[in-house]
């Protein structure tokens, strides 16, 4: 199968961009030959700190407006993306509908930011050009046109996958992070803030569901990850609301949101 028409000439001049402030662009641009693209988001991920943002491209501006106050903060431990980080995803092209917990869509994380967003579709590239370090190319469709990637576009970005990647591990082989990143860090500082800011006493493996479930996962989802029953997750969850003096998932969401953002853990 061929690219399509000026593909090629693009990829030539991402890849002599390389060593330039031009090649975020240049790459997106071979990219929008490729496949229609309506925004883009280039961004690093770290074992201990913060995303880093790249590059970003979008028509519509609600797919970015809370990127920076939101996302960057703390909103990105909840993204099903950052988990391909925490889990060392094997590199390659992810779809979000393949990869996102079993009740993404009906979680407050979704409602709350990625809705606002308008994205309909989100695929991303996925590369380890240093230790600690990935870098995610993520490719969206919104509101712009409206309109899914189609199983072409698909199949299309699995087949210059292999390239992506290798630009990707090219480009930000300079990179670094320290340290390890580990989920019982970041249920301990919930712990530890939420003691320090409201009174409130949470164990470790509550701490561990309410992370989970703000990510999205069911009660069965769940079990499964903590190797626990469907049931014993209800337990918990049960626990953990009374804890709180809270009675829903959004009040959940209300109560945590402000103290990952506090967090440096990761």
Not at 31 to 47: G, H, K, P, S, V
Not at 126 to 133: L, N, R
Not at 239 to 260: D, K, T, V
Request: some cysteine; glycine content about 6%; overall charge negative.
């Amino acid at each position: 199968m061929e690219l399509p028409n000026s593909a090629e000439n693009h990829l030539g001049q991402a890849i002599a961009a390389l060593a330039t402030d031009r090649f975020e662009h240049a790459l997106f641009e071979w990219l929008n030959r490729c496949f229609e693209i309506d925004n883009t988001t280039m961004l690093a991920y770290f074992q201990n700190r913060v995303p880093e943002i790249m590059f970003t491209h979008a028509v519509e501006r609600n797919v970015h407006e809370k990127l920076f106050s939101d996302y960057v903060p703390g909103a990105y431990l909840l993204d099903p993306f950052h988990a391909l980080h925490v889990d060392g995803a094997p590199p390659g092209l992810y779809r979000l509908k393949d990869i996102a917990p079993d009740q993404f869509h009906r979680n407050e994380y979704y409602a709350a930011y990625y809705q606002r967003t308008t994205l309909i579709d989100e695929m991303a590239y996925i590369a380890y050009p240093a230790e600690g370090v990935s870098v995610q190319i993520c490719l969206g469709r919104d509101k712009t046109s409206g309109q899914r990637f189609s199983a072409r576009d698909i199949q299309k970005a699995e087949r210059i996958s292999p390239i992506v990647c290798g630009l990707i591990e090219q480009r930000w082989s300079g990179l670094q992070s320290t340290g390890d990143y580990r989920s019982e860090d970041l249920a301990g500082h919930l712990i530890s803030a939420l003691q320090q800011q409201h009174g409130v006493a949470l164990s470790p493996r509550q701490a561990e569901v309410a992370i989970l479930i703000l990510r999205g996962h069911s009660s069965v989802s769940i079990g499964l990850r903590l190797g626990i029953s469907p049931q014993t997750v209800k337990v918990f969850r049960k626990q953990l609301y009374r804890r709180c003096g809270i009675s829903s998932q959004a009040e959940l969401f209300s109560l945590l949101m402000p103290l990952l953002s506090t967090t440096e853990s990761v």
